[in-house]
């Protein structure tokens, strides 16, 4: 029997956690079911000390913004929430990396803040050895120019990296390879 033991209304029954007992692998695919959001994830990472180092470790990760509203309560703690929950995930890593982020004001000074933000979640899923990166960025009619960060064309571990600008336009960074040569 395991250490976390519930008991029932009688003394009789009692019920085993059967969750801590799986493998790391099917944990992450049954709490994979529930990383469609922060909250769900966080809701996890209070359950136990084995949930919470599951939910700092879990391989894949969508962040979704296409849903909040341009309140700027609501998205100011939606960028702190995931900046928090990146920074306590330490190097854990990051198979796949999906943003979907949706910049809906005309304040510049927002936009250029969130922009950075999505660009520090980038270098740090490049820094945990992202595999899949999946950027979906709508910029509605700001038309702006993403210049993505120089270290995602340079990630050994990035095998797939797919972006969504809609109207926008992106600017890779200036690159230079030695030059191969072959003999």
Same mark, same amino acid.
């Given at each position: 029997?395991?250490?976390? +033991?519930?008991?029932?209304?009688?003394?009789?029954?009692?019920?085993?956690?059967?969750?801590?007992?799986?493998?790391?692998?099917?944990?992450?695919?049954?709490?994979?079911?529930?990383?469609?959001?922060?909250?769900?994830?966080?809701?996890?990472?209070?359950?136990? %000390?084995?949930?919470?180092?599951?939910?700092?470790?879990?391989?894949?990760?969508?962040?979704?913004?296409?849903?909040?509203?341009?309140?700027?309560?609501?998205?100011?703690?939606?960028?702190?929430?995931?900046?928090?929950?990146?920074?306590?995930?330490?190097?854990?890593?990051?198979?796949?990396?999906?943003?979907?982020?949706?910049?809906?004001?005309?304040?510049?000074? %927002?936009?250029?803040?969130?922009?950075?933000?999505?660009?520090?979640?980038? +270098?740090?899923?490049?820094?945990?050895?992202?595999?899949?990166?999946?950027?979906?960025?709508?910029?509605?009619?700001?038309?702006?120019?993403?210049?993505?960060?120089?270290?995602?064309?340079?990630?050994?571990?990035?095998?797939?990296?797919?972006?969504?600008?809609?109207?926008? %336009?992106?600017?890779?960074?200036?690159?230079?390879?030695?030059?191969?040569?072959?003999?």
């Amino acid at each position: 029997m395991t250490s976390c +033991q519930v008991q029932g209304a009688s003394s009789e029954s009692i019920m085993m956690d059967r969750f801590s007992d799986l493998p790391d692998e099917i944990s992450h695919h049954i709490i994979s079911f529930l990383s469609d959001s922060l909250r769900n994830l966080i809701q996890v990472g209070a359950v136990s %000390k084995r949930c919470r180092k599951l939910y700092l470790s879990v391989p894949s990760i969508i962040i979704d913004a296409s849903s909040v509203a341009d309140c700027t309560k609501l998205r100011v703690r939606l960028l702190n929430s995931w900046d928090r929950y990146l920074f306590h995930r330490g190097n854990n890593k990051i198979e796949r990396l999906s943003i979907y982020w949706v910049f809906r004001t005309s304040w510049e000074a %927002k936009i250029s803040d969130e922009y950075f933000r999505v660009t520090t979640w980038i +270098q740090n899923a490049v820094r945990c050895n992202v595999e899949v990166l999946h950027l979906d960025l709508n910029q509605y009619d700001l038309r702006m120019t993403v210049v993505l960060p120089s270290c995602i064309f340079l990630c050994r571990s990035l095998r797939t990296l797919s972006v969504n600008l809609y109207m926008g %336009k992106i600017q890779s960074p200036n690159l230079s390879f030695p030059v191969i040569s072959t003999t």
